[in-house]
């Protein structure tokens, strides 16, 4: 039977709540119920050294409330919504000023409560790249090379939701803020037994053509 036990927790950020849901499935099953949905901006960070003890947590989440990308000095910030606002600057000083903002949705959560889960669901989540041609912003080198793929050069996005799979003790988290209203979706992405042989972790994580 699915259980599911909340752990409110109070941040400068706002209030943010841990949902742990028990039994769940694998990290693997999960992501392919994410590719299902064919949501905005999944990402998946699985952990890979497990069995030696390396590899504690992995997360999951889709739907970020703010996207970050650079092409050199033309910088595109997205919403929610998707709506695209322009602007001129230096990416790592953007994407410093965004990190500041957003570092964390609560790190400094101290309730009794929060002593009971790991400390990366008190934490918020930026994921992305740097691409090799910002060094022309920290060191001055020649333009030779040809851009035929046109990838930005910066892309992060920053998640309010998330999932985390902490294997060390073997527990299943949703964290963020505003949950009320995903939780029955929460439930149907990681809740139940396994649907797939995690011994085909390397077919999972390829998206679909």
Do not use: W
């Not at 964390?104 to 790991?118: F, H, I, K, R």
């Not at 090379?145 to 299943?172: N, Q, S, T, W």
């Amino acid at each position: 039977m699915l259980s599911t036990t909340y752990y409110p927790l109070s941040t400068p950020a706002g209030e943010v709540t841990a949902i742990e849901v028990s039994p769940h499935c694998d990290t693997v099953t999960a992501f392919q119920r994410l590719l299902g949905g064919h949501h905005r901006h999944l990402f998946f960070l699985d952990s890979a050294l497990r069995q030696h003890g390396l590899s504690r947590y992995s997360l999951l989440g889709c739907q970020p409330f703010l996207v970050l990308k650079s092409k050199g000095t033309n910088i595109t910030v997205e919403d929610a919504t998707g709506v695209p606002q322009e602007r001129e600057g230096n990416p790592f000083e953007v994407l410093r000023s965004y990190l500041k903002t957003f570092k964390s949705v609560g790190a400094y959560c101290n309730t009794p409560l929060s002593t009971n889960l790991p400390s990366i669901c008190r934490a918020g989540v930026a994921v992305g790249y740097l691409g090799y041609d910002l060094h022309h912003f920290l060191e001055r080198l020649p333009k030779n090379a040809i851009d035929d793929l046109e990838f930005p050069d910066m892309y992060f996005g920053f998640y309010d939701k998330f999932v985390v799979y902490d294997h060390k003790e073997g527990r299943c988290f949703l964290v963020g803020r505003n949950l009320e209203d995903g939780v029955r979706e929460f439930n149907a992405l990681v809740g139940g037994p396994p649907e797939t042989d995690v011994e085909s972790r390397g077919v999972a994580h390829r998206a679909p053509a």
